[in-house]
């Protein structure tokens, strides 16, 4: 079972699709010693996948070396180049997941911080997923989950929290989709997120409408007056002392944001936003953090992040991709975890 008798947290890391820059970023990331003085690192993946990236490019960057972390190997050798990921790199990525999983539940570790992987690898090795997200809530039993982006800008220090009502479904799906219960639920998911994550009892939560102006009273689209800003109405009264905002026009919604992530982090500004579909809330994350942005599963059991960048296959085996993401992930969870602690 879990010690926590140390102040260390006990974290693991997937390594994701090998071909892509996964590997690369996980041991720049590592490479910080802040990371490793609060933290247990284990890394589920290919361990001669790992020594070799350390090998090729720890003469031009600064990298740590694989022997100092536990690794476990869960898969079998790869045949595979960096940028050539195929059905073979998309079966392991799914297993190192799917192990971590396992083993965090088992109660091995806090926390899992997931590099990316390729969905469309995924599915031509058989594993018809969404994303990770989805495989996380399903082998934790979790039914009720929701995809939340945190990021701390560089600037001001000023965190941005950003959860999605609605993930990966198409754009005409959104209206159909969305529901009273549905809102509820993610909702709820935020609140109980903030108080039990970031010590946050009766926060400023800012709630986007659906339509241009939300709305307009029905001259640009008739969610808004059928249900939503009833729903809205009724959750101001239930979740006090929580104060919600809204339902705001989703093109003024982010300047407030935007402010506190560039200049003045003491502005009046939410300590959350809730975002109605993918790109209403992504568009304006990635413009201001896109090195910064963690996508953060909440809901789960256990503690879930991940650098809010893909397998970049383009750049894979170049040796520069960036770490930030993936170091401000891991950075995240210890934060998360500690606080999960208190």
Known sequence: MLNINNNKVNLVLTMGDAAGIGPEVILKALADSSITEDANITIIGDRPWLEHTYHSFSH?????HPDNFDIIDVSYPLQSSWGEGNAQTGEASFLYLEKAIQLTLEGKFEGIVTAPIAKYLWQKA???????????ALKSRTDKFGMMFVGQSPRTGWILKTLLATTHIPLNQVSSTLNAELMTLKLELLLDTLKKDFNLDAPI???????????????L???????????????QKKYAPAKLMGLLPPDTMWVKPSQAWYDDPNINVADAFLAL???????????MAFDQAINTTIGLP?????????????????????PESMKSA?????TLCKNRRR
């Open 60 to 64: 031009v960057t600064n990298l740590a």
């Open 126 to 136: 058989g594993y018809d997923y969404p994303g990770q997200t989805e495989v996380l």
């Open 205 to 219: 939560i800012a709630i986007a409408g659906l339509n241009p102006h939300s709305g307009e009273d029905g001259k």
């Open 221 to 235: 689209g008739t969610e808004e007056k059928e249900w939503l800003q009833d729903w809205f109405n009724d959750a």
């Open 277 to 287: 579909y993918h790109d209403q809330g992504l568009i304006p994350v990635k413009a």
């Open 302 to 322: 256990f503690i879930r992040t991940s650098p809010d960048h893909g397998t970049a296959f383009d750049i894979a085996g170049k040796g520069i991709a960036n």
């Open 330 to 334: 891991i950075k995240l969870a210890i």
